[in-house]
């Protein structure tokens, strides 16, 4: 079997990229006559049409949606392997990074991180974004640069990933709370009023599933979306607010946090990223200096 030419996956990019020929030989500074042999020597190498014409336009087949984002992949590594390296000026840098990230990280990290980012590089700006939900999209896209959560990376092999810590819940309740003065058993703890955090508003969860395993089930007095709110719930009122301990470690100043009175599992929070971005200097830089801050206490 001959080698491909693999010019050809410039030009696969670009076409399934612009979905139009004439803007892809633009593109890539061809002929349009250049473009249409380039064209049919992939329809003939791939075995497909690629693009089929739909009104006055052209559509991708469903091969070249299958191919549009390992193509994409491929050129961009390829770019990499061949750009000459580039010492990176810490003092020049001018740069905002946005770090799709849920409630307590920023207030937990963000002060350190912001101090070494100001004496390392003062030009550089952090974003940091709420996180609803837990759908990548957002690092796929390239509307952030950096997402913290807890996430299997085998269910998303197109990313890259770093624990950054292991984390467990822990219960918190305000100063001079009932619970601050007694031994916390697991009856006492489920006989309190307590405040579910939940981005689904979802009422029960795992913990609920531990005290199950008790006999025992907590009553939910509300349901909020993050664990900055649960504490700020509690910090007011007599109610309970089960949160991860490292997470909210800032949050949690002035009052009484205790360990869970019946066994939970332990959890990691990792750092993930678009492999576009894993041999940027910069990007590595930063996801570093994260990784350093937050394992600073472990």
């Given at each position: 079997?001959?080698?491909?030419?693999?010019?050809?996956l410039i030009t696969l990019d670009a076409v399934?990229?612009?979905g139009s020929v004439a803007r892809a030989a633009k593109r890539l500074r061809l002929s349009p006559s250049a473009m249409s042999r380039a064209l049919a020597r992939l329809r003939e190498t791939t075995g497909d049409p690629l693009l089929v014409r739909a009104g006055r336009?052209?559509?991708?087949t469903p091969r070249a949606i299958e191919l549009r984002d390992r193509v994409s992949q491929l050129v961009r590594d390829a770019q990499e392997v061949l750009r000459p390296a580039e010492l990176l000026d810490l003092g020049k840098l001018d740069r905002t990074f946005a770090i799709r990230t849920s409630e307590g990280f920023a207030e937990s990290f963000g002060p350190a991180l912001i101090a070494r980012i100001?004496?390392?590089?003062?030009?550089?700006?952090l974003f940091f974004m709420q996180k609803p939900d837990k759908d990548s999209k957002p690092l796929r896209d390239g509307v952030v640069d950096l997402e913290t959560g807890v996430i299997d990376l085998a269910s998303a092999p197109e990313l890259r990933g770093q624990a950054l810590f292991r984390d467990h819940y822990i219960g918190v309740v305000r100063a001079r709370h009932p619970l601050s003065r007694v031994t916390i058993t697991p009856e006492k703890y489920a006989a309190g009023m307590h405040i579910s955090v939940s981005r689904e508003g979802l009422e029960k969860g795992p913990l609920d599933d531990a005290l199950l395993q008790l006999g025992l089930q907590r009553e939910i007095a509300t349901i909020v979306g993050g664990f900055s709110t649960a504490l700020g719930l509690a910090r007011g009122s007599d109610l309970i607010?089960?949160?991860?301990?490292?997470?909210?470690?800032?949050?949690?100043?002035?009052?009484?946090?205790?360990?869970?009175?019946?066994?939970?599992?332990?959890?990691?929070?990792?750092?993930?990223?678009h492999p576009r971005f894993s041999a940027d200097p910069?990007?590595?830089?930063?996801?570093?200096?994260?990784?350093?801050?937050?394992r600073r206490n472990e």
């Open positions: 079997m001959s080698n491909p030419d693999l010019n050809l399934l990229a612009e336009g052209l559509v991708p100001a004496r390392q590089a003062p030009g550089v700006r607010a089960s949160v991860p301990e490292r997470h909210t470690e800032n949050l949690r100043e002035g009052m009484y946090s205790f360990a869970l009175p019946f066994r939970t599992s332990e959890f990691t929070v990792s750092l993930l990223w910069a990007h590595r830089w930063l996801r570093d200096l994260i990784l350093q801050v937050c």
